[in-house]
């Protein structure tokens, strides 16, 4: 059972749309992840989140744009995708920002297909 | 190069065989290793961290070569459940909490 839960599970959009991708966790963690996995490729670090600010930005299109309100809960904005963008996008987060063995815990994903 | 390299697979084997995944990092100043699992269209869960000593849990054990940037996993006694995909993961440093992942290394086990 995660902690870390992903809204919506699936998403089609078409590159005009706008949407958001919703990730809360429950676990009291201070760190919060966005990954990108694309098929066939390794899990791709998006963004990082502190204690709510953003300490990584892994040189992602500006297409994409990360919100973090509070520790809980994180947002990925979308527009104006490209079909490539389409993958499984993970949310992750961890009890601490930095440090070893600071594991992280996944969400579910979201499905993601642009048309 | 790439920063964690991965056995490619697939590999297949028989219940109850032993079987061994190893993995390979490029930067020496990684602070922190783990093996995840990630079953077909789910979301990666961690299976165990790999300690400078080594460990063992149940049938899993993991093995660190810091010298040789060397990481491993052996999986004794396989059930169909171990059936997945074994990501080899390391943390680039402590100040900060940037995983890096390999690409990888499917296992199927069968009856």
């Not at chain 1, 500006?62 to 947002?75: I, K, M, Q, T």
């Not at chain 1, 969400?107 to 642009?114: A, E, K, N, W, Y």
């Not at chain 2, 100043?29 to 093996?35: K, L």
């Not at chain 2, 961690?46 to 149940?58: A, K, P, Q, R, T």
Request: hydrophobic residues 30%; contains cysteine.
């Amino acid at each position: 059972e995660t902690g870390v839960t992903q809204t919506p599970r699936h998403l089609v959009m078409g590159m005009t749309n706008k949407k958001s991708l919703k990730c809360e966790q429950h676990l009291g963690h201070n760190a919060m992840y966005w990954y990108k996995q694309s098929a066939k490729k390794p899990l791709e670090l998006m963004f990082v989140y502190n204690f709510k600010e953003q300490t990584e930005n892994n040189s992602v299109p500006s297409r994409f744009s990360p919100e973090c309100p509070n520790s809980s809960h994180l947002f990925l904005h979308l527009h104006t995708l490209q079909p490539e963008d389409s993958a499984l996008y993970l949310c992750a987060s961890s009890p601490r920002p930095g440090g070893a063995y600071n594991e992280q815990f996944f969400g579910p994903g979201t499905r993601l297909t642009v048309l | 190069r790439k920063e964690v390299e991965q056995d490619p697979g697939p590999f297949n084997v028989p219940e109850g065989a032993t079987v061994a995944f190893n993995c390979t990092y490029s930067n020496s100043a990684s602070q922190s290793f783990f093996w995840y699992r990630q079953d077909c269209r789910k979301e990666p869960k961690l299976l165990m961290s790999v300690y400078s000593s080594g460990n063992e849990d149940g049938r899993f054990t993991a093995q660190l070569n810091r010298a040789s940037q060397y990481i491993s996993l052996l999986i004794r006694d396989s059930k169909l459940s171990d059936s997945a995909t074994y990501l080899c993961v390391v943390n680039e440093g402590t100040s900060g909490s940037r995983l890096t992942f390999g690409e990888g290394t499917q296992l199927t086990v069968n009856p």
